[in-house]
T-cell receptor, first 118, second 109 residues
Framework: EAQVTQNPRYLITVTGKKLTVTCSQN?????MSWYRQDPGLGLRQIYY???????DKGDVPEGYKVSRKEKRNFPLILESPSPNQTSLYFC?????????????????FGPGTRLLVL | LAKTTQPISMDSYEGQEVNITCSHN???????ITWYQQFPSQGPRFIIQ???TKVTNEVASLFIPADRKSSTLSLPRVSLSDTAVYYC??????????FGAGTTVTVRA
């Protein structure tokens, strides 16, 4: 079954304790992305990756790191979590869209990781 | 990226048609219009995408006027299970996106 998986699904941690949220996709997608969702703010993009070893900042990258050493995995790293990073996090992946007016590829989202930083 | 504006919320009843209009005055020539649906505690999922005129699939229709400065997502004969948040996105591709707050559609019996 084609899917995007995230682990853990729920996490409670304390300020300053490094954590990693894993994301994996089995669809051979080049593109992967991380979002955070907060009430009233919708989904905001944190980082995205166009392929292995190619990453770029989204709208809210501060306090986060990512790596893309393998095509299927795109972990999100919080080196020193703070309470304002308490949020619902989603990972997504897609094929790279074609240019020239052809239909664009859409993103497939994981189930989400709910993080609470105390 | 083109900024989008859509209503915060809409209420409807089962069996009615729901139309959500999204404004995107600064849409660029290469931009597509994409709508996603999100149920509580789930990731968004793609509904429909279009560039101009009308697009229809098994879930919804998307109407885009000639000037492309707005678009309307139409959900025919909604049911309780259509209660969700609907996001309008405009961009040349899906790579660097802002979903915004979306429109919360509540369908009542």
């Amino acid at each position: 079954e084609a899917q995007v998986t995230q682990n853990p699904r729920y996490l409670i941690t304390v300020t300053g304790k490094k954590l990693t949220v894993t994301c994996s996709q089995n669809m051979n997608h080049e593109y992967m992305s991380w979002y955070r969702q907060d009430p009233g703010l919708g989904l905001r993009q944190i980082y995205y990756s166009m392929n292995v070893e190619v990453t770029d900042k989204g709208d809210v990258p501060e306090g986060y790191k990512v790596s893309r050493k393998e095509k299927r995995n795109f972990p999100l790293i919080l080196e020193s979590p703070s309470p304002n990073q308490t949020s619902l996090y989603f990972c997504a992946s897609s094929l790279i869209g074609l240019a020239g007016g052809l239909p664009k590829e859409t993103q497939y989202f994981g189930p989400g990781t709910r993080l609470l930083v105390l | 990226l083109a900024k989008t504006t859509q209503p915060i919320s809409m209420d409807s009843y089962e069996g009615q048609e729901v139309n959500i209009t999204c404004s995107h005055n600064n849409i660029a020539t290469n931009d597509y219009i994409t709508w996603y649906q999100q149920f509580p505690s789930q990731g968004p999922r793609f509904i429909i995408q279009g560039y101009k005129t009308k697009v229809t699939n098994e879930v919804a229709s998307l109407f885009i006027p000639a000037d492309r400065k707005s678009s309307t997502l139409s959900l025919p004969r909604v049911s309780l299970s259509d209660t969700a948040v609907y996001y309008c996105l405009v961009g040349e591709n899906d790579y660097k996106l802002s979903f915004g707050a979306g429109t919360t559609v509540t369908v009542r019996a």
